[in-house]
């Protein structure tokens, strides 16, 4: 089932400024990550924010979570023409089997115009 | 860079054909996962394997096998490919994230197979 829906699908902007991508989903979550996809590649792991933290840096990027809400954003600052990619929020929840599941939604793609 | 290597990259192959896309990592991950995803939709789990001799379906009902005989190896076999099986297959890995749940995913970068 869905779990996480990213928000714009799609987002445009010109180098330098700043991106900030939603993602919403529908049940308790242990944790919250971001991925990135460069086209037709595999995706890499951005930042992780667990469920009692409410916002998280790794140099550009900025992580917001708010549980009430169940929403997360991500932000990138001062984007770059290299950080044109797509963009995929996950959520982690327990699965029953003694482990957990990760679930993804379906990206924001990200074009930064030089 | 990710210790998680896929191949082939690309496949193209005529509809009946069996194959085998291969999965390898040398980190030492317990888990192992198989996701399928196509152009500009998200990720659905089909496999995954929490260690040698263990294997589970995903979420996203799938004609394909895997095995794990080998705790780096962790390869997908599809006997008689059709036209709907042709996608992106990301194989993944990741350390056993206990009670943390960290379950933070490795990649490798893909194979596009199409079938005709």
């Known amino acids: 089932s869905q779990q996480g829906e990213e928000d714009p699908q799609a987002l445009s902007i010109q180098e330098g400024e700043n991106a900030t991508m939603n993602c919403s989903y529908k049940?308790?979550?242990?944790?919250l990550q971001w991925y990135r996809q460069n086209s037709g590649r595999g995706l890499v792991h951005l930042i992780l924010?667990?469920?009692?933290?409410r916002e998280k840096h790794s140099g550009r990027l900025r992580v917001t979570l708010d549980t009430s809400k169940k929403s997360s954003s991500l932000l990138i600052t001062a984007s770059r023409a290299a950080d044109t990619a797509s963009y995929f929020c996950?959520?982690?929840?327990?699965?029953?089997?003694?482990?957990?599941?990760?679930?993804f939604g379906k990206g924001t793609k990200l074009s930064v115009i030089p | 860079e990710a210790d998680i290597y896929q191949t082939p990259r690309y496949l193209v192959i005529g509809t009946g054909k069996k194959i085998t896309l291969e999965c390898s990592q040398t980190?030492?991950?317990?888990?192992m996962y198989w996701y399928q995803q196509d152009p500009g939709m998200e990720l659905h789990l089909i496999h995954y394997?929490?260690?040698?001799?263990?294997?589970e379906k995903g979420d996203l009902s799938s004609e394909s096998t895997v095995s794990r005989i080998r705790t780096e190896h962790f390869p997908l076999t599809l006997e008689s490919a059709r036209p709907s099986h042709t996608s992106q297959y990301l194989c993944?890995?990741?350390?056993?994230?206990?009670?943390?749940?960290?379950?933070?995913?490795?990649f490798g970068a893909g194979s596009r197979l199409t079938v005709l």
């Open positions: 993944a890995s990741s350390r056993g994230g206990g009670a943390s749940g960290a379950n933070v995913l490795t």
């Open positions: 049940t308790s979550i242990n944790n």
């Open positions: 924010i667990r469920s009692n933290e």
């Open positions: 996950a959520t982690a929840a327990f699965s029953g089997a003694g482990s957990y599941q990760l679930t």
């Open positions: 980190m030492g991950h317990d888990k």
């Open positions: 394997s929490y260690g040698v001799n263990s294997t």
